[in-house]
Each structure stands twice: as C-alpha cells, then as structure tokens.
C-alpha cells in the first residue's frame, strides 16, 4: 500500500480509484476535515486562520499571494507525504481548495519535480476515453505493488 | 440589514474571512454570496467578458453579472482578492468597473493579505454602508441653520461652523491630545464666528478620534472620513450634480473617491507607506529648513525631473532627499520632486481602483501644499481643483449632513 497524491486533490473519483486497489488517497477533503475537527479554532467555515498562510511559507516565498500561501498550508503537506501521484490535466472547472490557478500550477510543479511515479492524463471527454482513462489509472496504481 | 455581496477570491485560504465578517457585522451588515449556477461559472466570459485561468475568479465575476442582472441581490458589493496576485488585481478592477457601469451599487475594492484585521477595514465598510444606508441625507446639497463639524485627523484637528450654507468660522490645532485638541479647534471655530457653543444645532465628527470625540461633544453625526470628504468636496467645489473625483492625501492615508450626484461610488483608501502621505512631505519640509506652509510655493519654482526620488517608503524616500541634496540638488527641485514622488504614488495604486472623472477635487491640509496639486495635473493631464477651505473639507462635510438630521 502506497500513498498516492490526486490532482485535483479534490477529485472524490481518483480518491475512489485509488482507495479500490488498495492504496491510500491523499485528497484535500481529509485535511480540511482535520482543520474543521480541531478543537479551540473558531473560523467558520474551514477554519482557516492568519497561522495558516504563515505554514504556508514552507513552499512558497513570502511575496506570493496569501490566498496561495494559505492553500499550501493544506496542500504541501500531502505533496510531501505522496510516495506516488496521479494528475488529471485540463479540468474544467476547479473552485475553492483549487480556486486559485496558481496554487494549482505550484501543486503539479511540486509533485512532478518529486521524482516519484506519476501518472499524467488529459480529462477524458467521451465514454471511450473515460474507459481508457480509468484503466490507465488502474494499470498505473497495480505496478506501485 | 445592509447586505454586502462579497465577490472575492482567496479570502477564505488567507485565513481573514473572520475578519471580513467582523467588520461587516461592526457596521451594522451582513456578507452575502450571490448564488450562480455551474454553467454561470463555465459561461462566464460570454457574459462577463473574460475568463480567466482561476475558477474562483470566474465565480466571483459570474456573482457579478448576477448581481447586475438582478440588483435587489445586494445593497453593496465588496470587490477583494489577494495583495499580489496580478490576476486577481486585473478581476477586481473590472468587476469594479462593471459594476459601476452597469448600475448604482456602490462598490469597495480591496487587496488583503493574512494581516488585513477586522478594524482595517472598518472605515472603508462604514463608508459602504452609509453610502448604501443614507443616500437621501448623502443627497443634501445645502447647509441650513448653525452647524458644526469636527475633523480628528491623525495629524491635525480641524473645526467649522456653518451658518446658513455659509462657513462662518474655523478652528485648526495639531493633534496631540485628542479630546483636547478637538477642544481648541472647536473653541477656536466658534469665536471666529463669534458663536457660544449652546448655540450649536448640531455637531457632526469625522476623522480618526470621531468616536471618541462625538462621544464627549455630545455629537448628532458620527461619520467616517469618506462620506463626509466627499459630501464637503463636492459643496466647496460647486459640484454637487454629475460627476466629480476626489482625492484627499491625509496624513496617515490617502483616499480617491469617485463621486456620483455628490455620493461616493466607488472608492479606495490606503497609503502602502508613509512616503506616499502628508507625512513625507512634513519630513521634506523639515529637512528642507521651511515650513511646511512654504513648501509648497519652493516647489513651485522646482522641477521634478531633475532629482532622482522615490519616495515608496519614507526610509527610502528621505535618503533620496539627502542623496540628492548632498549631490548639489537646488531645494526648490527637491521640493517638487518630494510633491511628485507622493503624487505619482497616489496616481499609480489608488487612482487606478476609481474612475478618474472630471471635475478632479484635491482637499485636505496638503491640497494647499501648492506643488502636490501641480504634480498631480501633470500626471492626470487634468486640470485640478482646490476648492476653499480645502483643509477643512471633513468638518465642512460633517456640517452639512448634520444640518439634515438638525432639520429631521
């Protein structure tokens, strides 16, 4: 069993795929479910706080913008946690923990640069390509065994 | 309950919702999200103009068309995105633009980081509100029995009374106490008026210590900076229907208000640093061995061009003033180049956040500062008016709506 990070991290799908053959989904909901279940914070809605941004400095400079320092916070960790990865480009709409198209650039450059396997799609658009695409996932996530 | 529609991205992440909340709720409203659907989001650029590479960018501008579409949706709308993001800025300044063409909302623009607080913005959304809130006693064009307003700036206190449209007497002290200080400026507005303060009909306060002031004075209107500056431009300049811009370069702040029928529409309020307000001129004026008073007529006789200054921080800017003098420079060229280094600083992140409308209105203690107003011509390449009594245009402002609620 090998962890493997999902770009995007919100993408509940790949989380399932993964989680079918075994492995453990890094998606963003389980660290947001953290924020949201720790105790003494107060701020609704996912607990988000200036501290936050602050943790964010680990991956990117202080001159980058909060709001991308603040999804880092969320999102380094699992990068650094990732033992392999899959990313899904040209996604059509992301918003919230993806809403910010730099924080997503900074994500897929981090993860590629990881040196660990990666998998890298193009979003299917028909029912073909959808099966193409779910057994090229499966392919990839039975070699990490 | 004044709703406030909150079209922002990266708030949320930034760890300042909280605060954006507090503030709202401070001044009495709430922060609303315009509901859009997916294909809203997906469609926007169809409708919007533009899509860009965020998607919650695209949502705030699908929230937007919304809004104008339907603008019973909300009675104000807060514009924020990240401080730095050059996406974000481009968004927020056409949301803002699309907004304010496209109806009578009034709109606030703002950049935060994870330290923008709850009281940062609070003058900003008080002006918001009352704007949304008070846009019949905003409407008042004339100043009607005897009035008084006390401005508490951060560097200066000013007073007036009004009588009967007309300012009648005028008080100004340096801030130092500020109870105190707002005391001697009033005393000092009343006996040029020849006037006992229970003679009074009512007293409006703006500036920093408004609070505290119009807690002590016993005063009917208690009102932010940028209502009031407005309201006190737009009486002083004769240009109280149609379109009109104002720009008041404080001593702590500086404020470009873009004004409607004498209501401000959209607006700004910052001063990254000390360099780019009153202050560094105060700075320049000391080092320069003249009043401050004075320092605007040596500009005058100055040519910018031919001393290097930046004054984006004060740190910075004064030792290009030291540089620069010690080079040789002639004082009167160091005078103009500090008024167009603050200038060019206003002109270059604030007046790009309002719609720059002519008549231009400069007010406030430094309008009088004769070579800030000249800079700021030349960089506009619009004419710039100073109205009378310029210095005293808060306490002018408070006056006049006072002088609403005398008569209600």
């Known amino acids: ?145 | 309950m004044i709703r406030i529609a909150q079209l922002s991205c990266g708030s949320e992440y930034s760890g300042v919702q909280g605060e954006l909340e507090k503030a709202a709720e401070m001044v009495g409203a709430e922060l609303v999200f315009p509901e859009v659907s997916l294909e809203d989001v997906r469609n926007v650029e169809e409708r919007f103009g533009i899509k860009v590479a965020s998607g919650d960018l695209n949502l705030a501008m699908a929230r937007a068309t919304r809004i104008v579409e339907n603008p019973d949706l909300a009675d104000a709308v807060f514009v924020a995105t990240c401080f730095r993001c050059a996406e974000g800025a481009i968004v927020r300044s056409e949301i803002r633009k699309y907004i304010h063409e496209n109806s009578r909302i009034p709109v606030l623009s703002y950049s935060f980081t994870e330290r923008t607080t709850a009281e940062t913005l609070l003058t900003r959304m008080e002006a918001l509100v009352t704007t949304a809130k008070f846009k019949g006693l905003l409407a008042r064009e004339r100043q009607t029995g005897l009035t008084a307003g006390i401005d508490s700036g951060s560097t200066t206190t000013k007073a007036v009374v009004m009588r009967d449209n007309e300012v009648i007497g005028t008080g100004w002290v340096p801030t130092t106490e500020v109870i105190k200080s707002a005391e001697d400026a009033y005393n000092a507005a009343l006996e040029s008026a020849g006037v006992k303060k229970e003679e009074i009909q009512g007293l409006g306060t703006t500036g920093y210590g408004r609070h505290l002031v119009g807690k002590e004075f016993g005063a009917k209107l208690i009102q932010e900076e940028i209502t009031v500056n407005s309201k006190g431009a737009v009486f002083l300049a004769d240009a109280q229907r149609g379109e009109a811009t104002v720009i008041d370069i404080g001593g702590m702040d500086n404020k470009a208000i873009s004004v409607q029928d004498g209501i401000p529409g959209t607006f700004t309020m910052g001063g990254i640093c000390a360099g780019a307000s009153g202050r560094f001129l105060e700075l320049t004026a000391r080092r320069l061995g003249v009043e401050i008073t004075e320092l605007g007529k040596l500009a005058m006789k100055g040519d910018h061009q031919k001393v290097p200054m930046n004054s984006y921080c004060i740190v910075f800017g004064t030792q290009s003033l030291v540089n620069s003098l010690s080079a040789g420079s002639r004082p009167e060229d160091v005078a103009m180049a500090a008024c167009h280094s603050v200038a060019e600083q206003v002109f270059e992140q604030q007046l790009q956040e309002v719609e720059v409308k002519e008549p231009v209105i400069m007010v406030g203690g430094t309008a009088l500062i004769e070579g800030l107003p000249r800079a700021m011509e030349q960089l506009l390449g619009l004419k710039v008016m100073v109205p009378e009594y310029a210095q005293y245009i808060g306490c002018v402002g408070a006056s006049l709506l006072v002088s609403g609620l005398v008569e209600d």
């Open chain 1, 1 to 145: 069993m090998v962890k493997v990070m999902v770009y995007p991290p919100t993408s509940m799908i790949l989380a399932d795929l993964v989680e079918r053959t075994g492995h453990e989904a890094l998606v963003v909901s389980k660290e947001v479910r953290k924020k949201v279940n720790t105790p003494g914070l107060d701020s609704p809605p996912l607990n988000m706080t200036p501290e936050d941004p602050k943790k964010g400095l680990k991956y990117a400079a202080v001159d980058v913008p909060s709001g991308v320092r603040g999804r880092m916070s969320l999102l380094g960790p699992m990068i650094e946690e990732a033992d392999a990865a899959i990313v899904i480009r040209g996604d059509d709409c992301t918003l919230g923990c993806t809403g910010c198209a730099r924080t997503n650039e900074l994500t897929r450059f981090l993860l590629k640069t990881k040196r660990i396997p990666l998998l890298e799609l193009k979003y299917p658009e028909d029912e073909f390509q959808a099966k193409q695409f779910v057994h090229k996932i499966r392919e990839f996530l039975e070699g990490l065994n």
